[in-house]
């Protein structure tokens, strides 16, 4: 079980909180433009990374905003946390 | 006859408090502070069980939480009985009861031991192979496996004991009270850093604690009395918590460790009343560090499982610690130094060694010198080929070895004995350290696996960490210690050490014989009985991943987890097929890393506190009406409230009929409500649900879809407009956390800058619903200010209302097809409301009824239930619900999925209504539809999804999703049941008042 350090209340368990899944997928302003396999890309790809991987995750049990995680998926490690909206930090 | 096999040497041993127990039905006695192994040794008995497959007797084999054989079945019959217990481990009380588990009759004739002569036949992968074929036989071939196999027995009443959980926060965790762990303890703690020291024994100290040899010394005292001087210091340092008999269980990521306390399994039964037995400790440490010593190694060599034969360390202990003597006739059997120490410490103890058996050639220590001097036989560069004796060892056989090791020459010598203690070196206790993450490497020079890269803020310390003589122990530990601390000056930098131990080490993991290996039966696994042969089969079988090769053979899958023998395994692996043991890594250790009980892992989550549930407000009204109630997620929903012995169909009929003649009320109250304010609150809900709400009027209610953005219905519910910014939203009673969830995800995510605020508050209102034709003079009672004229209130509508003075929002809206209202109120007050409905309802003969008419009520109208006639493959369209799909919006969550290529299909499943032929007959929900039954395979048209006898209707209706269904009416369809068929016909899904005639009434 790890550790989450929230940006809005701090470092929290990691039941307090739940997984969002991939970060940075913007929803398309304008779905009805989109063919078929353009949406179906927005919809359903995912990437599923060993190693550092962008999520999304909301601190469920406390604050209950969503805010942004870089997880190194192959040891647990988290590298960062910035808030939604935010550019993920370069290093 | 009886054998003095105790020694008054040990001070860990009370000798005047003697204690009584049994072991397979026999009385006897052992001291306060053995453990049942040490009470049995000092009684002379060595056999306890029978092996797994070949059912061979086995003897206690160590003195700790490795032991594979010594297992047994405590308080048979009882409440209390737990199997699978290490006799090493369990501490002797009066009254102790004990059995042989892996023994059928009795462990001194037991009926598997045939297994033995037909092991030819028993090669490793035998239960995959045998019993197999045919798969029907298999459950008969479990039967007799089962019976013979000896898996102990779970207790039959419920378990008397309290169990608890605990968290714990350190800045210094330390496992492993031995000699490093204690000097960590006082490095710690000292230094002012918050610490806890635990460690699986209930005493402090480790091996260290009982070592009385000269040849060991610590600034030149015994090193046994150095430590008991440390040990007496940190018991006083405030800022060091120390716990024994407790055992750490997992080691996860960011230091995250479950330890178990184990608090009263070693007191007598009567004593153990009202006291919590377990405590599971969740323990979050910034820092840990790892003294989990090491584990001997067995030697591999043919017979190598009988009683009598002991690890040489596990000799020592009894010995030393328990003051118990294993037999009288010793023979020790070693690669390396260590079975030298167990030797000299009988030796001064006046016990008979008859030789010791050296694989090396060439050895010289001090510690030898003084055993030769002594005038015990070394037979050095030889081996054990075979072992004599059935139920105890009496004598073994024993050759020279070829210069490679690979082969015995020579003649044979036999050698009499009643005890052999064998040893083959040590093997670092990494198993929690790899369970964090930790990566292990191999150090070529004694074959063992050791600490390499720490995935978090911890360190390995002692024998664990591969450092096994006192003297690198000592000097280690501190400089590890400082650095990993980050202090300057330390205690323990300027000690003196005496230690005479050679480290030189002759490894062969598989002794030769001079029978070929099939004929011979060296043991790696003794608690399932794999073979070194075992092994070599499965690599000639094309097997070499180490995880399958275990798997094949179940070589390290037993209670242990192969804690003696994994590293055997490798080696043999690695010499047939040639690669280096490095390379072929060791299997993953899970935890736990000894078993823990049930009662540990649930804590006081039993009884009602497993799982909670929720109250409704008006729950005491129901229970005290005789509710029979039905689990909706968490909550406690009546269900149906049978009068005067009726069943639920009779019960449900009577509602039903109740509700549509004349007056009913339900409980709603479970209903999730989220409250949404804010000046885009219109347009969030524009965009959330498939309808349009631009135009909705304050005090309007609109009933709204949810899809998914795939498409699918997600959630429903009615939403009213209470005022310009300010909505309250209903959502399904499983569904209200995971829509509100959902709905914060689009706020925050993808429309930050709508000016909108959600707000739970299901639990904060209750809801009432009074249905049925008298339903508005009921009302107009309840709340004689209000004025319930149609067209002042009509259906869909909303009025703030008082009750004397509690302020309560009433909802015209019907999920029965009725006239029926709904009146939420803030929940302290519902009770009192709901009273006073069915008050006034009386002369009406308001029925109150629970969920289950209300799922046939809503049925007759052909209303939906999300997650009962859905699942999350259906769609607005496939619902026959296009009219609330909106044309006009340009978007909201889901659209674009309505006309995927793969939802626009015509022969996708849809909702209909299903009539059966026969009206009586009630359809069974989900049951399959087909349309020609001829047809191979039968093609599955759809499942039905509701189903009920409909009293007001006076005939069966169901609801059914089938494929292409919509363009099916009045089609003739086929319910094929296990004994007939049931002809049905596809109908409208709205069964009773098409025209709404009822809801406007
Ligand atoms: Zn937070």
Redesign the interface.
């Known amino acids: 079980?790890?550790?989450i350090n929230c940006p809005y209340c701090g470092e929290r368990e990691q039941s307090e909180f739940?997984a969002?899944g991939e970060a940075h997928i913007?929803?398309p302003k304008?779905?009805?433009e989109?063919s078929?396999d353009q949406?179906?890309e927005y919809?359903f790809m995912r990437k599923n990374i060993k190693g550092i991987q962008f999520e999304?995750w909301?601190h469920?049990h406390g604050c209950?905003?969503?805010f942004n995680v870089i997880r190194d998926t192959s040891?647990?490690?988290i590298k960062a946390v910035y808030k939604?909206?935010e550019k993920p930090p370069t290093k | 006859m009886t054998k003095n096999l105790r020694i008054k040497t040990s001070k860990f041993i009370d000798e005047t408090y003697k204690v009584s127990f049994k072991f397979n039905r026999k009385t006897y006695y052992g001291f306060k502070g053995d453990t049942l192994a040490s009470a049995l040794l000092a009684n002379d008995i060595h056999l306890v069980g029978r092996s797994f497959k070949y059912h061979r007797p086995r003897g206690i084999m160590t003195a700790g939480s490795e032991e594979p054989n010594a297992i047994v079945q405590l308080h048979s019959n009882t409440s209390r009985t737990e199997p699978n217990v290490r006799a090493t481990e369990i501490e002797i009380y009066e009254g102790l009861e004990a059995s042989s588990q892996n023994c059928w009759p009795t462990v001194n004739f037991d009926i598997g031991g045939i297994n033995n002569f037909l092991s030819p036949v028993l090669p490793a992968g035998f239960y995959y192979k045998t019993f197999m074929w045919p798969a029907s036989f298999w459950e008969k071939y479990e039967y007799f496996i089962r019976k013979s196999a000896g898996l102990g027995k779970s207790p039959k009443e419920s378990d008397p004991d309290i169990y608890e959980h605990k968290y714990i926060h350190c800045d210094v965790l330390i496992i492993g009270a031995g000699i490093s762990g204690i000097m960590a303890a006082k490095i710690a703690a000292k230094n002012g850093f918050k610490t806890l020291l635990v460690d699986e024994k209930p005493y402090l100290g480790g091996s260290t604690i009982y070592q009385n040899s000269e040849h060991f010394k610590i600034n030149n005292q015994l090193s046994s009395s150095w430590l008991e001087k440390e040990i007496n210091e940190i018991k006083k340092i405030k800022n060091l918590e120390i716990k024994t008999r407790t055992s750490v269980a997992a080691f996860h990521g960011y230091n995250f460790l479950l330890a178990r306390e184990n608090l009263t399994d070693h007191l007598p039964l009567e004593q153990r009343n009202n006291k919590t037995r377990h405590r599971l400790l969740k323990i979050r440490a910034k820092k840990v560090i790892t003294a989990t010593g090491s584990l001997e190694r067995p030697l591999i060599f043919n017979n190598n499982d009988r009683p009598g034969i002991l690890l040489s360390s596990a000799i020592d202990k009894y010995a030393n610690l328990f003051g118990v003597v294993c037999g009288e006739k010793n023979v020790l059997f070693t690669n390396n130094d260590s079975a030298y120490e167990t030797a000299i410490s009988l030796y001064q103890k006046g016990i008979n060694i008859e030789a010791i058996i050296d694989n090396r050639e060439e050895i010289d220590s001090k510690l030898i010198k003084e055993i030769e001097k002594n005038n015990i036989k070394i037979h050095k560069g030889y081996t054990i080929v075979n072992t004599f004796g059935y139920k105890r060892i009496k004598k073994v056989s024993i050759m020279k070895l070829s210069k490679d090791g690979q082969k015995v020459i020579g003649s044979k010598e036999y050698i009499n004995c009643d005890c052999l203690g064998i040893t083959g070196g040590w093997t670092p206790a990494v198993h929690l350290f790899t369970q964090s993450g930790g990566k292990l490497k191999f150090r070529d020079e004694d074959q063992v696996f050791i600490p390499n890269i720490y995935p978090s803020d911890q360190v390995s310390i002692g024998s664990c960490n591969g450092d096994f003589t006192l003297d690198e122990i000592l000097s280690t530990t501190p400089r590890i210690l400082k650095e990993f601390l980050n202090l300057k000056k330390i205690d323990y930098e300027d000690l003196e050490i005496q230690s005479s131990f050679n480290k030189s080490k002759r490894n062969i993991w598989l002794l030769p014989s001079d029978k070929v290996i099939g004929k011979t039966k060296p043991f790696v696994d003794y608690q399932n009985d794999a073979t070194a042969k075992d092994i070599k089969l499965a690599l000639r079988e094309g097997f070499r991943s180490i995880e399958h090769v275990k798997r094949y053979t179940t070589t390290g899958m037993g209670t242990d987890q192969g804690k003696l023998g994994n590293m055997h395994a490798l080696g043999i692996i690695s010499e047939t097929t040639g690669s280096k043991i490095g390379e072929l890594g060791t299997t993953t250790f899970r935890p736990p890393y000894t078993p823990l009980t049930f009662g540990t892992i649930v804590g006081r989550n039993v009884g009602e506190y497993f799982d909670i549930f929720r109250r409704t407000p008006i729950h005491d009204w129901h229970v005290k009406n005789k509710a029979e109630f039905e689990n909706v997620g968490q909550w406690k929903r009546a269900w149906y409230y049978p009068k005067n012995g009726e069943n639920m169909n009779d019960a449900v009929q009577r509602e039903s009929k109740a509700a549509r003649d004349s007056a009913g009320i339900l409980d709603a109250s479970t209903l999730g409500k989220i409250d949404i304010q804010g000046t885009d609150a219109s347009e969030f809900l524009n965009r959330v649900y498939t309808n349009s709400w631009s135009k909705l009027a304050i005090g309007k209610c609109r009933y709204g879809l949810m899809l998914n953005e795939d498409g699918m219905v997600y959630d429903d519910g009615v939403t009213t407009r209470l005022d310009e910014n300010h909505y309250i939203m209903t959502t399904t009673t499983g569904g209200a956390a995971t829509v509100l969830g959902k709905l914060e995800d689009y706020l925050q995510t993808e429309w930050p800058e709508l000016d909108v605020y959600l707000t739970s508050v299901t639990d904060h209102y209750a809801t009432i619903s009074v249905c049925g034709p008298n339903s508005k003079k009921i009302l107009s009672q309840v709340f004689p200010d209000l004025d319930f004229k149609d067209e002042h209130f009509p259906h869909m509508s909303f009025k703030n209302g008082k009750i004397d003075k509690i302020k309560c929002r009433v909802m015209r809206i019907s999920f029965t097809g009725e006239l029926s209202y709904e009146i939420n109120i803030q929940a302290n007050y519902a009770k009192a409301v709901w009273e006073k409905c069915i008050e006034i309802g009386k002369k009406f003969n308001i029925t109150p009824y629970g969920t289950e008419t209300m799922h046939l009520l809503r049925a007759e109208k052909g209303f939906i239930i999300v997650g009962q006639d859905t699942d999350a493959t259906m769609t607005p369209i496939d619902l026959q619900m296009d009219w609330i799909v909106s044309k006009k919006k340009y978007d909201f969550i889901g659209k674009r999925s309505l006309y995927r290529s793969d939802t626009i299909r015509e022969d996708r499943k849809q909702l209909v209504g299903l009539l059966t032929e026969n009206p009586d007959e009630v359809l069974e929900e989900g049951a399959q539809i087909v349309a020609d039954i001829k047809k191979s395979p039968i093609e599955m048209l759809g499942h039905v999804t509701s189903s009920y006898y409909s009293p007001n209707l006076k005939k069966s209706i169901a609801l059914g999703v089938v494929k292409g269904g919509k363009n099916m009416m009045g089609q003739k369809l086929i319910i094929p049941m296990e004994n007939k068929q049931i002809n049905v016909t596809v109908a409208d899904p709205v069964f009773l008042d098409k025209e709404n005639k009822r809801l406007n009434a």
């Open positions: 079980m790890f550790i739940k969002g913007v929803r304008q779905p009805t989109l078929d949406w179906a919809l999304r909301v469920t209950r905003k969503w040891n647990d490690m939604m909206g």
